[in-house]
């Protein structure tokens, strides 16, 4: 199956892609005509509708772990590998709920704006642009090990020299998206993508239900039949042992918690003008990136009932090579290259978000705010200082995506998502409801959940100690799980509690009055920017 998916179709797969970059760096370059302020490159002028920024969240959020991760897990594991799919969504709730529209009206570009708003901002705004760069760069190394991935199936690419050389172009065509069309010029990348993604897992979607009459029943039964029966029960992945038990419970827990933490995410509620349209957004991604989610269901149980679920594990992508292969199976050469142009498009679009998102955070707050103590004399000098950083994080994302070839998205992913709600989920809640809530708080959630989660993963069985380890053959596994959320968002969540109960800092109550006002009414909010 693989042999087929990949034989003879390389020009037509590269030619379709080569069109989607075609026409995105249209756009992108129309788009950079208006790229003029901060405001311009880090927020695209707070232009964008509701609905826009909603199709466009979507679009940052379904990334190859969406795509390529989840149906691949649902193919193999049935059942546990859909829990991706429902920790992915449900956590969007917690992100409408508690921070969607208070951000929106407290910040301008970046968290370390929300945080800084009653806090000491020299050492606040540091914490929040290191947390936000170490959350992208997880993030990063998925959507990069993605890409190896799907080369290595389209394009026949065994040797992980030429998948090298694929994930080198891929880092070079995101960096220019970012330096030439900034937040605008990304954030249409992002719906185009989003809406040929939604298209095409829909268009799969239905021609698998066709082939059973439109009864998933059948469907299901099929996939059992091919792969037994565990993939419609619990346990496939995570029932084995009680630590496999406690390993989901955690995975659930970052995914649920980690997206209203994600920068990449929160700094898109900037890119609208106010916050009922930041709501609206939220509203809008959550219905599309729902119906997307319930599209994997059938992506990956189709996966496993047409190819089977060893022959995905044996194509050159393993696990990730799902959503392709079933492609190849139902229309042949033609789907499989559209397919995988949507997917290369899904992983050149978050990768450009997230570039933009770290190389944003470093600019305003640690070298406009924390460097230049807020007095850029010369504001394009900042939009420089951003661009500069952009190509640093690119080629730093190429390098970590070149040595995290091979290993699953979806659960690489993961990982980003715990780090993100350890280290800034925390905080982000205490500064806004929490009046006590001080800088010695905020710093000891920030670094305290950064440190605990980045040393739990080395030291997990992700890294080493198994066949499925990132160093299959090293051993120094001694934290059970392979997800720390259980052990550390609790943990960040207590720091923060102890370093401000402890602390003779100040109370950071002062601007706490103004801050809520804000938060809850937009009184002073940054507002959008007529051009």
Same mark, same amino acid.
């Given at each position: 199956?693989?042999?087929?998916?990949?034989?003879?179709?390389?020009?037509?797969?590269?030619?379709?892609?080569?069109?989607?970059?075609?026409?995105?760096?249209?756009?992108?370059?129309?788009?950079?005509?208006?790229?003029?302020?901060?405001?311009?490159?880090?927020?695209?002028?707070?232009?964008?509708?509701?609905?826009?920024?909603?199709?466009? $969240?979507?679009?940052?959020? %379904?990334? !190859?772990?969406? =795509?390529?991760?989840?149906?691949?897990?649902? /193919?193999?594991? #049935?059942?546990?590998?859909?829990?991706?799919?429902?920790?992915?969504?449900?956590?969007?709730?917690?992100?409408?709920?508690?921070?969607?529209?208070?951000?929106?009206?407290?910040?301008?570009?970046?968290?370390?704006?929300?945080?800084?708003?009653?806090?000491?901002?020299?050492?606040?705004?540091?914490?929040?642009?290191?947390?936000?760069?170490?959350?992208?760069?997880?993030?990063?190394?998925?959507?990069?090990?993605?890409?190896?991935?799907?080369?290595a199936l389209l394009l026949g690419?065994?040797?992980?020299?030429?998948?090298?050389?694929?994930?080198?172009?891929?880092?070079?065509?995101?960096?220019?998206?970012?330096?030439?069309?900034?937040?605008?010029?990304?954030?249409?990348?992002?719906? $185009?993508?989003?809406?040929? %993604?939604? !298209?095409?897992? =829909?268009?799969?979607?239905?021609?698998?239900? /066709?082939?059973? #009459?439109?009864?998933?029943?059948?469907?299901?039964?099929?996939?059992a039949e091919v792969a037994g029966e565990k993939v419609l029960n619990p346990g496939a992945q995570y029932g084995k042992t009680e630590t496999s038990k406690l390993d989901f419970i955690s995975l659930g827990i970052a995914l649920v918690l980690g997206t209203a933490g994600l920068p990449h995410v929160l700094m898109r509620f900037y890119t609208v003008p106010t916050a009922k349209e930041a709501r609206r957004s939220v509203v809008w991604a959550i219905w599309l990136i729902g119906l997307f989610y319930l599209f994997t269901l059938v992506l990956g149980y189709g996966a496993g009932a047409l190819v089977g679920p060893d022959a995905i594990k044996d194509a050159p992508g393993g696990v990730n090579s799902a959503a392709p292969l079933l492609a190849s199976y139902l229309g042949g050469p033609?789907?499989?290259?559209?397919?995988?142009?949507?997917?290369? /498009?899904?992983?050149?679009?978050?990768?450009?978000?997230?570039?933009?998102?770290?190389?944003?955070?470093?600019?305003?707050?640690?070298?406009?705010?924390?460097?230049?103590?807020?007095?850029?004399?010369?504001?394009?000098?900042?939009?420089?200082?951003?661009?500069?950083?952009?190509?640093?994080i690119g080629i730093v994302s190429i390098l970590g995506g070149i040595a995290a070839n091979g290993q699953n998205v979806a659960f690489l992913v993961a990982l980003a998502f715990a780090v993100a709600a350890s280290a800034n989920l925390p905080t982000l809640l205490y500064s806004l409801f929490w009046k006590r809530f001080n800088t010695t708080g905020a710093l000891f959630s920030i670094y305290g959940g950064l440190a605990i989660t980045i040393v739990l993963i080395i030291f997990s069985p992700a890294v080493s100690g198994g066949e499925e380890a990132m160093f299959p053959s090293m051993d120094f596994a001694m934290f059970p799980l392979k997800n720390p959320g259980l052990v550390s968002i609790p943990l960040s969540f207590l720091l923060g509690y102890l370093g401000t109960i402890l602390s003779k800092d100040e109370n950071g109550g002062e601007k706490y009055a103004e801050m809520e006002v804000r938060s809850l009414t937009g009184a002073g909010a940054e507002k959008a920017v007529q051009h």
């Open positions: 199956m693989a042999q087929e998916a990949t034989g003879g179709n390389s020009l037509l797969n590269i030619g379709i892609f080569a069109i989607f970059v075609a026409v995105t760096m249209v756009i992108v370059f129309r788009a950079s005509r208006n790229t003029k302020t901060a405001s311009d490159y880090y927020a695209a002028g707070h232009a964008f509708s509701g609905p826009q920024n909603g199709i466009a $969240i979507s679009g940052d959020y %379904l990334s !190859a772990a969406s =795509f390529l991760g989840i149906a691949g897990a649902i /193919a193999v594991n #049935g059942y546990d590998g859909f829990l991706y799919s429902i920790g992915f969504l449900v956590a969007w709730l917690v992100a409408l709920l508690l921070v969607a529209e208070l951000l929106r009206n407290t910040g301008r570009y970046t968290m370390g704006d929300v945080l800084s708003f009653r806090m000491r901002e020299r050492p606040v705004r540091t914490a929040a642009s290191l947390s936000t760069l170490v959350v992208s760069f997880f993030y990063l190394l998925a959507q990069m090990a993605g890409a190896g991935g799907l080369i690419i065994t040797d992980k020299g030429g998948q090298a050389i694929v994930i080198a172009v891929v880092g070079a065509l995101m960096i220019l998206y970012v330096l030439v069309g900034g937040m605008r010029g990304t954030t249409w990348v992002q719906i $185009i993508k989003a809406a040929l %993604l939604i !298209a095409g897992a =829909f268009v799969m979607t239905i021609w698998v239900l /066709a082939l059973y #009459g439109f009864n998933l029943s059948s469907l299901l039964g099929h996939a033609l789907l499989l290259g559209f397919i995988s142009a949507v997917a290369f /498009a899904t992983i050149l679009a978050v990768v450009a978000g997230l570039t933009i998102t770290a190389s944003a955070s470093f600019a305003h707050d640690i070298y406009a705010n924390v460097i230049k103590k807020g007095k850029v004399d010369d504001k394009q000098q900042e939009v420089r200082v951003a661009r500069i950083t952009a190509v640093v």
